[in-house]
T-cell receptor, first 112, second 118 residues
Framework: AQTVTQSQPEMSVQEAETVTLSCTYD???????LFWYKQPPSRQMILVIR??????QNATENRFSVNFQKAAKSFSLKISDSQLGDTAMYFC?????????FGPGTSLSVIP | KAGVTQTPRYLIKTRGQQVTLSCSPI?????VSWYQQTPGQGLQFLFE???????NKGNFPGRFSGRQFSNSRSEMNVSTLELGDSALYLC?????????????????FGEGSRLTVL
């Protein structure tokens, strides 16, 4: 069975600081993709960053970057220079040929 | 470009009733997938449709069904509602099925339909 685990239900960070959200997963598939999605309060969920499992290079999107450790099945999200608008639920997701699995989410609060 | 539109946004039903939710994808997107979001279970995958065909289905009872039309719009239906069906139902569209991964599998979500079952 495929699983996605986010061990930090809630986190907080001071504005302008850096925070790392953890995600671990388990899959027997060799071909899969990993995503981080952000759901701001009462707003639509949007894609933050994606990572193809076959790529060793870690993905980066502006202030967002991932640390992808394939052997350890770990996919953490680093947010640099945190902004108030980063306050949201963050979901780690894994997609393979027949499933989309989301983690339970991490609620991130950015404190001014 | 218009985003993903879900209707209705809010609805209240009683146990035993049925409900139909609608999702209009982004123009040009042929894939629609549905998710149930609850505080206890998080986000769970319901179905995935591409070109009017159901490609994959999550672990939900047969009371949950869906379909996709030729214009890519999708509906999901829940029959014989139970209290536990109260949830936010999210629809997402993508160029290609999300299970195909890659750039074309990126999900664009609607605002959701919040169903309350009394």
């Amino acid at each position: 069975a495929q699983t996605v685990t986010q061990s930090q239900p809630e986190m907080s960070v001071q504005e302008a600081e850096t925070v790392t959200l953890s995600c671990t997963y388990d899959t027997s598939e060799s071909n899969y993709y990993l995503f981080w999605y952000k759901q701001p309060p009462s707003r639509q969920m949007i894609l933050v960053i994606r990572q193809e499992a076959y790529k060793q290079q870690n993905a980066t999107e502006n202030r967002f970057s991932v640390n992808f450790q394939k052997a350890a099945k770990s996919f953490s999200l680093k947010i640099s220079d945190s902004q108030l608008g980063d306050t949201a639920m963050y979901f780690c997701a894994l997609t393979s040929y027949d499933k989309v699995i989301f983690g339970p989410g991490t609620s991130l609060s950015v404190i001014p | 470009k218009a985003g993903v539109t879900q209707t209705p946004r809010y609805l209240i039903k009683t146990r035993g009733q049925q409900v139909t939710l609608s999702c209009s994808p982004i123009s040009g997107h042929r894939s629609v997938s549905w998710y149930q979001q609850t505080p206890g279970q998080g986000l769970q995958f319901l179905f995935e449709y591409f070109s009017e065909t159901q490609r994959n289905k999550g672990n939900f009872p047969g009371r949950f069904s869906g379909r996709q039309f030729s214009n890519s719009r999708s509906e999901m239906n829940v029959s014989t509602l139970e209290l536990g069906d109260s949830a936010l139902y999210l629809c997402a569209s993508s160029l290609a099925p999300p299970t195909s991964g890659g750039n074309t599998g990126e999900l664009f979500f609607g605002e959701g339909s919040r169903l309350t079952v009394l």
